[in-house]
């Protein structure tokens, strides 16, 4: 069955270090998204491609980028690693730009910042 | 610009109660999809529903059900007979065809079904 999923599931990291979260869905979706989790906010976008090559900011992506180099995978880099950066990390997929399937979720990453 | 806006933050009923998750929506677009994502304890995100901006038609799926009204930018969803197991965190998401082509989720509303 096709799925997204995320490594690691769970990170502890320092403060000023750079910090890579993996995604790989087998989907065949061109279309993928970074969300971040916090309590208050729902989830906000960070960055998003439309496909090999492609990529846009979203709404909170300042410290954080990322690369689309194949369909599969879209990691998130935080360069340096801040502790207003501690969340929950989510990426999705979608097979339309406007997402009116819907978008399929990853199961999350936990990323302290200490 | 888009956003969503649940005003409840906690939702608290008895198991068997009925109980509706309020979301407001706001769009300059004409085409748009609605949604609903229901967040377990376990932490993943589970697609509910999508509605298109033009198909006002109610949604009943067993003991969920979906009022979208246009008028008052609203997409309310109802849980009837309410179970424990319904205890989860509800978002309700926008996405406009023309503008953005973003998901916009709501804050949430954390919903507590005590037995």
């Known amino acids: 069955d096709a799925e997204i999923t995320q490594s690691p599931r769970h990170k502890i990291t320092e403060t000023g270090r750079q910090v890579t979260l993996a995604c790989h869905q087998t989907w065949n979706h061109n279309n993928m998204f970074w969300y971040r989790q916090d309590l208050g906010h729902g989830l906000r976008l960070i960055h998003y491609s439309y496909g090999v090559h492609d990529t846009n900011k979203g709404e909170v992506s300042d410290g954080y980028s990322v690369s689309r180099s194949n369909t599969e995978d879209l990691p998130l880099t935080l360069e340096s690693a801040a502790s207003s950066q501690t969340s929950v990390y989510f990426c999705?997929?979608?097979?339309?730009?406007?997402?009116?399937?819907?978008?399929?979720f990853g199961p999350g990453t936990r990323l302290t910042v200490l | 610009a888009q956003k969503v806006t649940q005003a409840q933050t906690e939702i608290s009923v008895v198991e068997k109660e009925d109980v509706t998750l309020d979301c407001v929506y706001e769009t300059r677009d004409t085409t748009y999809y609605l949604f609903w994502y229901k967040q377990p304890p376990s932490g993943e995100l589970v697609f509910l529903i999508r509605r298109n901006s033009f198909d006002e038609q109610n949604e009943i799926s067993g003991r969920y059900s979906w009022n979208f009204q246009k008028s008052t930018s609203s997409f309310n969803f109802t849980i009837t007979a309410s179970q424990v197991v319904d205890s989860a965190v509800y978002f309700c998401a926008l996405s406009e065809w023309n503008y953005g082509q973003n998901f916009v989720f709501g804050p949430g509303t954390r919903l507590s079904v005590l037995p």
């Open positions: 999705a997929s979608s097979e339309r730009r406007t997402g009116r399937e819907g978008q399929f």
